[in-house]
């Protein structure tokens, strides 16, 4: 069934939010925004058609209020609401609820948010469509007991994982059957404060493998496409930091491979929209299912730089009932693409966020860079959040050309008033393994070293000083600003926005 999207509803905030406007401009779509309180200045606030109030800054209390969002979508009078990637993208009562009162979800149905949602129920599903998965349960463990018997019968070491959630919570690495209790009670605990669902499953621990996905997109016609792979292993806590397409480690072979049973992923569970099928990647060049995220990805721009394709786009017609305007022969691979997550984190300090005011921001520009950012200067990283700043990508005709780039561009980021993770990423790009592609999930606990960070070399100390001194002279010679200048926002838009 078509429906025209003329308007719709944001439920999020920060850079995706700005990224899902700019897709509404060029389409001529109404967009429309909430934000809380400490975002009443952020740019998807100043960017948007219109915004309204949503709560106090902690999430639970303004963006997780699914109710209140579906009331503030109907006082718009828009047809559909897009949930982005994290709050309620990947609830399927939120979902469910979006489509009881006439509006358009732009995702996938609820059963298959569901479905996908619990990693013992997607195992099962994977297993009987097919789809290679990782040694070990279909069904949560009812004890301890059973975890010792599974364990011992696939063999040390075993992940003890929580069946209703994803992120690295609930998830203990188990070297020998001494540590099982612990970890399982462990294990148990943190998914039960995490997600209200204790269940716990087992699976084989794949020693050092890539982290490798696969871009989906489905329409209601029943087409399914796959946009290859991306390359996610350099991570941190289990969360990506830098991704790239396409993959080192991947020929075509297994790419078609990897395509096909992704398409099967998501036809087993009649998927619509867009999704990812992620997979585990071992040195035999086998590759296992590990989950599938039901939303577009945090890391999507890479797929879109190397394939001309936009996602964002292509949701909001699929939710509209249109059918897919390419097959998969259409799709075409062109370049190298990588993406850096910047961070307002201490890398010398463990990672922690560094919380402040960003007193000064300049993103980088030139030839092949994009930057997608939710703040602007004189906005605030406050504990409430991701202290995600922006991701910075870099495209080349090859991969030397995109790692050149991105080395570029992170010399050229000037962000005062936080710490932030551009020195890692520089340390990360510039390591042997990274550059020969060998790396693997386990890259930043083998081969990460901070204490490289604490003494800049003579280029980056050079750099440094340019940038101050730069700094100093345009704050002498401020230019003048008005609101008619391309690219300003509109200052009664501003001001009608920050007022009390």
């Known amino acids: 069934m078509k429906q025209e999207i003329t308007s719709l509803l944001i439920a999020n905030r920060g850079e995706i939010a700005v990224r899902i406007i700019r897709a509404c401009q060029e389409l001529g779509i109404r967009s429309v925004v909430v934000f809380s309180d400490i975002d009443r200045t952020s740019p998807h606030v100043l960017y948007a058609d219109e915004a309204y109030h949503i709560g106090p800054a902690p999430s639970a209390q303004s963006y997780l209020v699914g109710d209140k969002l579906i009331e503030i979508a109907k006082k718009a009078n828009v047809e559909a609401i897009h949930p982005g990637y994290g709050f309620l993208s990947e609830n399927p009562t939120f979902a469910r609820k979006v489509i009881e009162a006439g509006l358009i979800f732009i995702g996938p149905p609820a059963s298959a948010i569901e479905k996908m949602g619990d990693k013992t129920t997607a195992r099962k599903i994977m297993e009987e469509a097919g789809v290679p998965i990782v040694p070990g349960t279909v069904k949560p463990l009812a004890s301890v007991s059973e975890a010792h018997k599974i364990s011992e019968e696939i063999g040390f070491p075993v992940l003890v994982k929580a069946a ?53 997109l489905a329409d209601s016609h029943g087409n399914y496409v796959h946009l290859g792979e991306r390359e996610c292993s350099i991570q941190r806590r289990h969360q990506k930091i830098i991704e790239e397409a396409p993959s080192l480690a991947i020929d075509d072979t297994i790419r078609d491979g990897m395509g096909k049973a992704a398409v099967k992923a998501a036809q087993a569970c009649n998927y619509v929209n867009a999704g990812t099928i992620e997979f585990l990647f071992d040195g035999e060049k086998n ?85 997608d ?16 700043v922006s991701k910075l990508l870099a495209w080349g005709r090859t991969r030397e050309e995109a790692l050149r780039r991105m080395d570029r561009a992170l010399h050229e980021y000037l962000i005062q008033g936080v710490i932030t993770n551009i020195p890692a990423c520089i340390h990360i790009l510039r390591h042997p393994r990274f550059i020969d592609g060998s790396y693997t999930t386990h890259f930043m606990s083998e081969h990460f070293d901070p204490e490289v960070l604490r003494t800049p070399n003579n280029d980056e100390q050079t750099a440094v000083a340019i940038a101050a001194a730069t700094m100093v002279h345009r704050q002498k010679k401020q230019p003048i600003v008005t609101a008619s200048q391309p690219g300003q926002i509109n200052k009664w838009k501003y001001q009608e926005r920050t007022r009390d």
């Open 164 to 216: 209703g959630g994803g992120g690295g919570k609930g998830m203990r690495i188990v070297e020998s059957s001494q540590d099982l209790q612990g970890a399982f009670k462990s294990a148990q605990n943190e998914a039960r404060s995490a997600f209200d669902d204790d269940r716990i499953y087992i699976e084989k621990f794949v020693q050092s493998p890539k982290h490798i996905e696969i871009q989906v």
């Open 287 to 371: 590759f296992y299912f590990l989950e599938m995220n039901t939303r577009v990805q945090v890391e999507h721009p890479v797929t879109e730089l190397i394939t001309g394709i936009d996602i964002v786009k292509e949701q909001i017609a699929i939710a509209s009932g249109k059918p897919l305007s390419f097959s998969q022969n259409d799709i075409q691979r062109n370049g190298h693409a990588i993406e850096c997550r910047i961070y307002a984190e201490d890398p010398l300090n463990n990672f922690l966020p560094s919380i402040g005011t960003v007193e000064r921001l300049q993103g980088p520009s030139g030839p092949g860079i994009r930057e």
């Open 373 to 388: 950012r939710g703040i602007q200067q004189g906005n605030e990283i406050s504990v409430h959040y991701d202290p995600m």
